[in-house]
């Protein structure tokens, strides 16, 4: 919430837990400062039921302690692998090279790929879900691992190509449908909350320290309703307005059960 930051407070950060499939915050909780989210996931985590669910977080989030909560939790997880685990990154990568070179000879794994269209843009993306094996040593520290998943995304926009590869630890059978649905669904989280909360609901321009907290709890209970109580094909900006200025909308979308 940059708006809360001012001489005197650093800006107050809050970790979602959403739900993807629902379109719902499930909750909410304030890390101190940016880098403490690591210690705030847990805590997240440990307020809501996720068995059998599939938890997705940001590359920050990927650490072993993380790792073992969701499992002790009965939940499964795909965690992106980036610079701050590097020798981890690195040996991924390495095995996943390794194995292809060898043909994936007594390896499982599966293929999976989705071509999307729209806004001017043509967008691949190929996943490969591969079964771990004892050659990867760092990944037996890590509690539940069972697979690694390579993303790889190509883009075409305005005859220009871009290709980006991302990985991924996960505690997955090998299903590269389901991972590769894991791995996109993950950035609901960035357009249908996030996007939603810092241009419709202007929570970046609150500029209220004091009970700013109570304020972003309170953006994504209205949220929620508004997502969950109409049904019909208006975007979130409309129901919002509907919402302020039609009594018989607002009381809908308040008592309905």
């Given amino acids: ?107 499982e794994h599966d293929f999976f790929e989705e071509v999307t269209k729209g806004h001017g843009r043509i967008e691949q993306r190929i996943y490969h879900h591969v079964a771990l094996t004892d050659w990867m040593e760092s990944t037996q520290q890590w509690e539940g691992a069972k697979t690694i998943i390579r993303a790889e995304r190509k883009r075409i926009i305005n005859e220009k190509e871009s290709t980006e590869v991302s990985w991924y630890l996960s505690s997955l059978d090998v299903d590269a449908k389901h991972a590769g649905h894991a791995v996109r669904g993950h950035w609901g989280v960035e357009n249908n909350l996030h996007w939603r909360l810092d241009v419709i609901f202007r929570e970046d321009e609150c500029r209220m320290n004091s009970g700013a907290m109570s304020m972003a709890v309170i953006k994504r209970f209205c949220m929620n309703l508004l997502t969950t109580k109409d049904n019909t094909k208006r975007g979130m900006k409309h129901r919002v307005m509907a919402a302020a200025i039609d009594d018989d909308y607002r009381e809908k979308v308040l008592m309905s059960v």
């Avoid at 599939?54 to 990927?62: E, F, H, L, S, V």
Wanted: hydrophobic share 40%.
């Fill in 1 to 107: 919430m940059r708006g809360t930051r001012n001489s005197i407070f650093e800006a107050i950060h809050v970790v979602s837990a959403w739900s993807n499939k629902q379109g719902i915050t499930l909750a909410a909780l304030e890390s101190v400062g940016k880098s403490n989210e690591i210690k705030t996931i847990p805590k997240l985590l440990d307020i809501i039921d996720i068995k059998n669910a599939t938890i997705t977080t940001d590359a920050m989030g990927c650490q072993r302690a993380i790792a073992q909560k969701i499992m002790d939790k009965k939940g499964d997880y795909v965690l992106q692998v980036k610079g701050n685990q590097k020798c981890l990154n690195t040996e991924i990568q390495a095995f996943y090279h390794k194995a292809r070179r060898e043909g994936f000879i007594g390896i």
